[in-house]
């Protein structure tokens, strides 16, 4: 599985901007469709709000690979 952290640049990220910036889908409406089908966990739960707030501390997990997001400086 691959491990990649997401550093906040401030309160939140919506989950289908989170998929585009890290890189595991091509767009944010990509991103939407991947959550629409229930491939997203958010903290091990399956997560289908597309534009769900993912916040500090928050791990993110999508085809074997696991983002965890950190607070912003």
């Known amino acids: ?3 990649g952290t997401f550093e906040l640049d401030g309160e ?3 989950l289908n901007q989170l998929l585009k ?3 595991l889908v091509d767009s944010g409406g990509a ?3 991947v959550v629409a089908s229930g491939a ?3 903290d091990g739960a399956v997560e ?3 534009t769900c707030k993912i916040r500090a501390g928050q791990v993110v997990e ?3 690979a ?3 997001v950190i607070g912003g400086a």
Do not use: N, S
């Open 40 to 42: 997203v966990r958010v």
């Open 31 to 33: 991103g939407k469709a």
């Open 48 to 50: 289908l709000r597309k």
């Open 12 to 14: 939140y990220v919506e």
């Open 21 to 23: 910036l890290c890189g």
């Open 66 to 68: 696991r983002i965890r």
């Open 1 to 3: 599985m691959d491990d």
């Open 62 to 64: 999508l085809d074997g």
